[in-house]
């Protein structure tokens, strides 16, 4: 319970609603980071969640809101200055976009997880967020999914066009999202 609560007490973003990226940043006790980047959904996703529940509906919502796209997660909100929508260009160009907004879809995973949390009785809208996957599955790699995409649209597909992490938690939240849907097609047959 006391690290629980010191992570709530040392990460909250009260101004922001969200958690901070990082605390202590390069080792300068009392500063942050206040980049809005989704690896603060694990706070929420996780099997123990370490972030306040009263917390969990401002935090998903702001994801939601400046992170999701149709294929995965920004991995940098657009409203900040480092931000750059586009996986494109020489091996430093892509380096630089690679966590700078750049789409992952792998975390879809965690972001159904923690939407769920939120919203457990709207299984219909999170199944929504996994609905393009099967289209993609013959975009690039054949039945397979990209590691990331462009931030902005069309999304285009870059890095790896089969990365298995993408496979992996589109694949670990199907059955979440359509276990409701199984159960009721085998109560009707």
Do not use: M
Request: a negative charge; hydrophobic letters at 40%.
């Amino acid at each position: 319970q006391r690290a629980r609560d010191a992570f709530n007490e040392r990460f909250w973003f009260a101004d922001g609603g969200y958690l901070y990226d990082v605390v202590d940043c390069d080792g300068k006790n009392g500063t942050h980071d206040i980049s809005f980047r989704p690896n603060q959904l694990f706070a929420i996703s996780l099997e123990n969640p370490v972030l306040d529940q009263a917390r969990w509906g401002a935090v998903v919502d702001l994801v939601e809101k400046k992170l999701l796209t149709p294929l995965g997660l920004r991995s940098l909100s657009p409203d900040d200055p480092e931000y750059k929508p586009i996986y494109s260009g020489d091996l430093r160009s892509r380096d630089g976009a690679y966590h700078q907004g750049t789409v992952w879809a792998w975390l879809i995973g965690p972001f159904v997880d923690a939407w769920l949390k939120v919203h457990p009785n709207d299984k219909e809208r999170a199944r929504k967020f996994l609905e393009v996957f099967p289209t993609h599955l013959s975009d690039d790699g054949f039945g397979t999914i990209s590691e990331v995409f462009d931030a902005r649209e069309p999304h285009l597909a870059g890095g790896c066009i089969a990365q298995a992490w993408s496979v992996a938690e589109v694949l670990r939240s199907v059955p979440t999202v359509l276990a409701e849907r199984i159960l009721l097609d085998a109560r009707n047959r």
